[in-house]
């Protein structure tokens, strides 16, 4: 079924004694926002609303949904893990933080703020409050260490 962007009325008359174009459109909160327009933005917005319509159309054409296939030929991942998964991940996940617990705490909380906070390298050195190339090498060497101590 076609969804529709916005909703068209006619609001009451202008200065000329003629309607004016309204548009309806619906917030995500599921608020209804009215606008007079004039018929140049209606025209323009029913152009829209048909190239929506077209690429809707397309995606459908050309889109390929998992959820169509039948469960055996689904990927594993969108399967529950089975409990053999979740213990090499536990355990995986207890090495990698026993792993940063070796860092010394600059090259640990460097590496934290890189890898799971997202933080780049000249934010890390803004809070810091060193140069970037210091940064670089300690994320290098921190990291260089952790490839040692996984790999054991």
Known sequence: MRRRLYR?????????GKPK???????????????????E????LNELQKEYWRLEKREQRHSFHL????EHYQPRELH???PEQLLMEQIEST???QAIRQLRPKAQRRFLMQAFFGLSV????FIEGCSE??????????KEKLKKILTE
């Not at 000249?122 to 050195?125: D, F, M, N, T, V």
């Open 8 to 16: 068209e009325s006619l609001s009451d008359q202008n200065t000329n």
């Open 21 to 39: 174009p309204r548009v309806t459109f619906t917030d995500q909160e599921g608020k209804s926002i009215e606008v007079d327009v004039s018929n």
């Open 41 to 44: 933005v209606l025209a323009e």
């Open 67 to 70: 959820d169509t296939l039948p």
């Open 80 to 82: 529950e893990p089975s």
């Open 95 to 97: 090495e990698i933080v």
């Open 122 to 125: 000249k934010k890390i050195a």
């Open 133 to 142: 190339s210091s940064v670089k090498a300690s994320l290098a060497q921190a």
